[in-house]
């Protein structure tokens, strides 16, 4: 029996669009002839699995873990869409979902690319993704990536309903007084969606933008234009209040911010994250 080699199955992939699975298939029944492997991939439709590559995925899960590391914990959170929540919310993709888990686990990814290239039973997390995809009937990929650490992760993981898989995660990194109001952060972030943990690391072209937009929205309410740049910096501030976690009015007590919170336990928020499905690259990691 003719050897299959990497390179022979790269090259039918890269020609079919098949995945490995079924390239590996075609190649043992062909023999290692390539081109009949083609023509086995052709007569079974698999070219049907490139087509799913067209296909909008948006339904999916976000698979979550927390682990010790030297220096305290990591948490990890892992976006795997689907085309239809009837695939996402069966044990055979949740089981899935744990696989990645712990493959980008494994590797320390921290973002999709890093897991994408990280080691995984069928080769690389992207290669095992691809597989699925004929597995599940659909077109089934990775979606957002993230990693927080500090001496304390809290993760919340949030369900539309009962019988679904997580489709929002939620993890903050903190420091050990602050563990104390971790899971109450974590609630915070799921449900207010915050994209930077203080004002100070908000990219200072987007406040530029903001003090623009907010300049000529001023303007053309025809307000006076002496009185102008205190309207504009009462917009900025809220808008940090609605896109900074610190900044941000607790959920359960709007007397308070999420930064008073913290500080009525003496701690620190250092990071967080937030992963939610079919909201594409919404992840946000930042220094206080």
């Known amino acids: 029996m003719a050897q299959i080699t990497a390179a022979l199955i790269k090259e039918l992939r890269d020609a079919t669009g098949a995945g490995m699975m079924d390239v590996k298939k075609a190649l043992t029944e062909a ?19 490139g087509a799913r590559e067209g296909r909008k995925a948006q339904e999916g899960l976000v698979a979550s873990r927390i682990v010790d590391t030297a220096s305290g914990q990591a948490g990890y959170a892992a976006e795997l869409n689907s085309e239809t929540d009837f695939v996402a919310k069966t044990p055979q993709f949740v089981e899935f979902g744990d696989e990645v888990i712990e493959d980008v686990v494994k590797a320390g ?92 690391d908000v990219p200072a072209d987007v406040v530029e933008s903001e003090r623009r937009v907010a300049t000529e929205k001023s303007l053309a309410e025809g307000k006076p234009e002496k009185i102008v740049p205190k309207i504009v910096e009462g917009r900025l ?23 008073d919170l913290f500080r009525s336990v003496n701690g620190t928020a250092l ?13 946000e990691e930042a220094a206080e």
């Open 237 to 259: 501030q809220a808008f940090y209040k609605e896109v900074c976690l610190l900044d941000q009015a607790y959920v359960k007590d709007p007397s308070r911010t999420i930064a």
């Open 31 to 49: 023999e290692g002839d390539i081109e009949r492997a083609k023509e086995i991939i052709r007569a079974r439709g698999i070219k049907a699995a």
């Open 109 to 200: 990814a921290s973002n999709e690319a890093e897991a994408l290239a990280a080691p995984s039973q069928s080769g690389t997390i992207k290669d095992t993704v691809e597989e699925a995809g004929a597995l599940f009937h659909e077109h089934v990929k990775l979606g957002q990536v993230a990693k927080v650490e500090g001496p304390h992760v809290e993760i919340y993981a949030h369900r539309k309903s009962a019988e679904l898989p997580p489709s929002i995660v939620a993890m903050i990194a903190t420091d050990e007084a602050g563990a104390e109001v971790a899971h109450e952060a974590a609630l915070q972030i799921s449900a207010m969606a915050p994209q930077w943990l203080s004002r100070e």
């Open 271 to 283: 990071a967080f994250a937030r992963v939610e499905v079919g909201k594409g690259s919404q992840a």
